[in-house]
């Protein structure tokens, strides 16, 4: 193989990875974009019904058939805020595909399965 055509492969297959790593990059938005959405509480004490986070920030948790309205902010990939009312707890959070786990500062550990 002649060196120009060496080079021109090269140039190409590094284009390629640079547009998979720009595709894969924008399809994940980690936790702050897998968060949206509908999710059903299925373990931990007194966990909620239901809780809808929303991409403005605000959520709505339906908790023993009551309905409350909040409002969230990751403060990293891993720890979310959340304010209900005068209430306010830092949990740490990992989301699976349709999995939300969130453990609050005492080590209670609250699950939730995506409604889809």
């Known amino acids: 193989m002649t060196q120009p055509k060496k080079l021109i492969?090269?140039?190409v297959g590094i284009v390629?990875?640079?547009i998979i790593l720009v595709v894969l990059l924008s399809i994940g938005g980690g936790p702050k974009?897998?968060?949206?959405?509908?999710?059903r509480g299925i373990q931990g004490p007194d966990v909620a019904d239901t809780v809808e986070f929303f991409k403005d920030g605000t959520m709505s948790i339906v908790e023993k058939g009551i309905p409350m309205g909040g409002e969230y902010k990751f403060i990293d990939d891993n720890h979310l805020k959340t304010v209900v009312g005068p209430v306010t707890i830092v949990f740490e959070v990992s989301i699976s595909k349709n999995e939300l786990t969130m453990v609050d500062p005492k080590g209670t550990v609250y699950k939730y399965r995506r409604i889809k």
């Open 33 to 39: 974009r897998a968060i949206i959405g509908r999710w």
């Open 9 to 11: 492969r090269i140039g």
């Open 16 to 18: 390629v990875i640079v």
